[in-house]
Nanobody, 114 residues
């Protein structure tokens, strides 16, 4: 059983920044990939960014140039640095570990509003 704990969400004004953290209960090398997803009210969960075990990174078009995913293997932690936040970035952000099945964290709320 993999446990993922997210932190770092909150309320921020448009144009502001937040950094999300996701700490896993096992070495993140065990995950084929780790990713950040988000789900806004009334919408489907969508991929924001993903980093594979080999270090390949993929970003959704709507965050390119604004968000950065990174990992600290020694801390079993993946980060999502979010800059130039927009109101449409408001959502619950979930961490994901892809193994033989997908594991999810409990989510952290990000609200972008003035």
């Amino acid at each position: 059983q993999v446990q993922l704990v997210e932190s770092g969400g909150g309320l921020v004004q448009p144009g502001g920044s937040l950094r999300l953290s996701c700490t896993a209960s096992l070495s993140i090398f065990n995950c084929d990939a780790m990713g950040w997803y988000r789900q806004a009210p009334g919408k489907q969960r969508e991929l924001v960014a993903r980093i594979t075990n080999g270090g390949s990174i993929h970003y959704a078009d709507f965050v390119k140039g604004r968000f950065t995913i990174s990992r600290d293997n020694a801390k079993n932690t993946v980060y999502l640095q979010m800059n130039s936040l927009k109101p449409e970035d408001t959502a619950v952000y979930y961490c994901n570990c892809r193994l033989t099945q997908n594991y999810w964290g409990q989510g952290t709320q990000v609200t972008v509003s003035s």
